[in-house]
């Protein structure tokens, strides 16, 4: 069982390693689209607020010991299933905000960046 400010931090690192992923994301495509290309600040925010909160239910929701204890060697199914619910959340934010296609990658950003984090930090 993790305490609240843990589980916490961990969504916080979320957010913000997923909004620093979807910058790196539209630096690194910045060249090769055409017409819409800038990316709304408020939406970088967005995501990575969407996908750290929904880790941040899920980790609440599921610390229990059972969830919680290593069936791999540093991994356990509360890590692996953080990914699904934050790629839900941002998936929910991008369709809800009808943002551009550029934001089509940010669930799959959300969910990478989410077991790792978990991963390494819980």
Do not use: K
């Amino acid at each position: 069982m993790f305490p609240v400010w843990h589980i916490a931090v961990t969504a916080i690192f979320t957010a913000i390693i997923t909004s620093a992923g979807m910058v790196g994301w539209r630096w690194r495509t910045s060249g090769r689209t055409s017409g819409r290309t800038s990316l709304a600040v408020g939406d970088l925010v967005g995501v990575g607020v969407a996908s750290g909160l929904g880790v941040l239910l899920w980790r609440l929701g599921a610390n229990a010991p059972t969830l919680n204890n290593d069936s791999i060697p540093g991994v356990s199914p509360a890590d692996v299933l953080s990914a699904p619910l934050a790629f839900v959340a941002a998936e929910v934010y991008i369709r809800l905000r009808r943002t551009s296609e550029l934001f089509s990658v940010a669930p799959a950003v959300a969910a990478l960046v989410a077991l790792l984090v978990n991963i390494v930090t819980i």
